[in-house]
């Protein structure tokens, strides 16, 4: 019997899975790599990503989470605040380094839009990246789900206090979670790892040409296109909230196991009943 589950996983679309097999391996090179990301990401229908232009150094990444790695790294010297609720990645991270909740000037912030754990914009957004901007705290911004969201309307040039932004293909495009097709965009020259990679052509090429060509393909709004009918119905035979993303559903009291975190919020995910 199909069920939900407490982790998230991309929906198995077979229009999506077959076209793994039409993929011929091409040699992207990162400016090209670099650019498909912009377009993909900002050319939507259903949802607003401005301000990326003054991100003007892109690297490629095996998903987010080398991203992570790597800002933890450069940040070890501050308190890492990750919300309650955030991408269970960060945990494992957390009995390394110091985390914390609370946001100070010794801080550094990484925050998921949409939010992990709610499937929309975290309601304290705003004021988070207020504080930020007001105690020059660096944060980096987590686009993982930008390819599974909508109603999401996010105008970077009003944060000066982010950083690096990072996203991947893991969740819109199923298979592509085993490829690690990542991106990472940042203000500043950084002289790291990720970079020295990049620099010295020891990027996943395969990787990123599986990334364009599926871009090249399908847009950030086609899981919502091809899917939010089911979405809704699954949500409503489930009793759950929709929310802006479109493989959870918030659901009440008879789903206290899949609770991350937050008090009464218990996302839930249905992408196992929204396969074709």
């Known amino acids: 019997m199909v069920k939900t589950i407490k982790g998230a996983r991309p929906i198995q679309c077979c229009g999506v899975e077959e076209h793994l097999h039409t993929h011929k391996y091409q040699n992207i090179d990162l400016n090209n790599y670099a650019g498909m990301w912009r377009t993909w990401l900002t050319q939507s229908d259903s949802k607003i990503l401005s301000g990326l232009d003054e991100f003007t150094y892109a690297d490629y990444t095996a998903g987010t989470s080398q991203t992570f790695d790597h800002f933890l790294l450069k940040h070890n010297n501050r308190e890492i605040v990750v919300l309650p609720g955030e991408f269970q990645y960060h945990r494992c991270a957390g009995r390394h380094l110091t985390f914390s909740e609370k946001i100070t000037k010794n801080s550094a912030l990484i925050i998921s839009v949409p939010f992990s754990d709610t499937g929309q914009v975290h309601p304290q957004f705003n004021d988070l990246m207020q504080k930020c901007i007001d105690l020059n705290v660096p944060v980096c911004l987590d686009l993982a789900y930008?390819?599974?969201a909508q109603n999401i309307y996010l105008h970077l040039e009003q944060f000066p206090c982010v950083t690096e932004v990072t996203a991947s293909l893991s969740k819109p495009f199923y298979t592509l979670e085993r490829h690690r097709v990542g991106i990472r965009f940042t203000k500043d020259y950084q002289d790291d790892g990720i970079s020295m990679i990049n620099e010295v052509g020891m990027s996943n090429s395969y990787s990123m040409s599986l990334g364009v060509h599926y871009m090249q393909s399908f847009s950030c709004d086609y899981m919502w296109q091809t899917y939010w009918e089911k979405y809704y119905s699954v949500c409503s035979e489930l009793h759950l909230t929709p929310t802006n993303t479109v493989i959870?559903?918030?659901?009440?009291?008879?789903?206290?196991?899949?609770?991350?975190?937050?008090p009464n919020n218990n996302r839930v995910c249905i992408s196992p009943l929204l396969v074709d």
């Open 146 to 148: 930008w390819g599974i």
């Open 248 to 262: 959870f559903g918030l659901g009440g009291d008879e789903y206290l196991e899949y609770n991350r975190g937050i």
